[in-house]
């Protein structure tokens, strides 16, 4: 089991506080494990496992306990055998009914600590927000790292340089699961491709009660071979119209919002760097696993600059930064990277083959004027760091322990 020091990190400082600690992210990202990781911490701090009460409601033995009065019924009775503080682990808690009531009831009633996951964005929204608000902190729990890859990698392959752990990475992602397959190509893609569907299926259709599963699949399939690239909801309906589907832009944006809140995709903002303000259109949007492109819609290596771009993403949001799409006159920087009083400016490129496409990359910082860190991120084994621009290989990149 990896240890995801990164989020114990954050979540450390949280344990044994009255506050609720939720886990969301996409499904099978690892936030089982999480919850694993929290009770082995909270052992060697001298706490008993009898202490702890464990509830997965994808069980089918915990059917019978999907609403908020059985379930506060169930842990009422079990937690008055328990002598000290109760220790509650909920996974997966969307699937009961009225969930939050409950919850807060058990916060208010028992000397607990509760740590809750769930597969959907807006678990945290709504009715929840004000029965809870204050009384929670959440972290979004995403696939493998780049570093935490290498470390699974190589318990099958203990000789793998990092070059080749990034080839691999590059086809399969970073989905905790794969280990078990032992990275091999055909399961593994297999095991995405069911996924995928897994998660169009329980946390997409059936969640909001979709009855047109083929434009969905088609929305679904458009944003897919076009990570990394700015397009619109009229976009998408005019291709869609030329498949002779007419589609209105917001139904279009009504099923993004669902994949987006299945934690499928993620969407980026442009923000215009000279008026200082966030744009309303033309938005770009990262898949959550680069694997999961790769087995359901393959090409992963022909559009090589834009799966690099996604894992760039993917690993600037596990770092806690909120980012944006840059737009410096007729330019766009490819992200724009804020995080309390810091900010980085990051270009991503396959190769710096020609110095016209190097021109190019480093070019883009010339409408920039502040004194924030710049880089350039390629596959370039060379350092072409000029003008106080900094070149890194991506995999330096990923694996350095900070940027700043």
């Known amino acids: 089991m990896i240890p995801r020091e990164l989020y114990m990190r954050r979540i450390r400082p949280f344990i044994g506080t009255d506050l609720i600690k939720v886990m969301t992210g996409m499904r099978r990202a690892g936030k089982s494990v999480m919850l694993e990781l929290i009770q082995e911490e909270l052992v060697r701090s001298g706490v008993r496992r009898s202490q702890f009460l464990c509830y997965n409601f994808e069980d089918l033995r915990y059917a019978p306990l999907q609403t908020a009065s059985a379930l506060h019924e169930e842990i009422q009775r079990k937690a008055s055998e328990i002598n000290g503080k109760v220790y509650l682990f909920l996974d997966e808690i969307q699937e009961v009914a009225d969930w939050e009531k409950c919850i807060n009831s058990l916060r208010v009633t028992l000397d607990c600590d509760i740590y809750i996951t769930g597969s959907n964005a807006k678990l945290l929204s709504g009715e929840l927000a004000s029965y809870l608000s204050g009384r929670y902190t959440e972290f979004v729990i995403y696939p493998f790292s780049f570093g935490e890859f ?14 080749v752990c990034f080839q691999k990475y590059l086809l399969l992602g970073g989905m905790p699961y794969l280990a078990n397959i032992h990275f091999l190509d055909a399961p593994s893609k297999q095991y995405l491709n069911d996924l995928y569907h897994s998660v169009q299926l329980k946390d997409i259709v059936a969640r909001n009660q979709i009855r047109d599963v083929d434009l969905l699949e088609r929305i679904l399939s458009y944003i897919i071979s076009n990570v990394g690239t700015t397009f619109s909801a009229n976009t998408i309906s005019k291709f869609l119209k030329s498949e002779k589907r007419a589609v209105a832009p917001e139904t279009i944006l009504n099923y993004i919002r669902y994949c987006c809140e299945a934690f499928l995709f993620y969407q980026v903002k442009r923000e215009d760097l000279q008026g200082k303000q966030v744009l309303s259109s033309n938005e770009k949007y990262y898949i959550v696993d680069h694997g999961i492109r790769e087995a359901v819609f393959g090409g992963n290596l022909r559009d090589i600059n834009l799966i690099l771009e996604n894992i760039v993403y993917l690993e600037l949001l596990r770092r806690g930064y909120q980012v944006t799409v840059g737009k410096a006159g007729t330019q766009e920087i490819d992200f724009v990277c804020h995080q309390q009083a810091q900010k980085l400016y990051i270009q991503v490129s396959y190769l710096l083959a020609s110095e016209e ?26 350092d072409f760091s000029r003008n106080g621009i900094k070149h890194c290989n991506i995999r330096d990149f990923l694996l350095a322990e900070e940027w700043i």
């Open 357 to 382: 496409t190097v021109q190019c990359e480093f070019g883009v910082y010339e409408r920039v004027s502040d004194n924030f860190p710049k880089y350039v991120i390629s596959l370039d084994e060379f």
């Open 150 to 163: 290498i470390e699974l990698y190589r318990t099958v392959s203990p000789d793998a340089s990092v070059a």
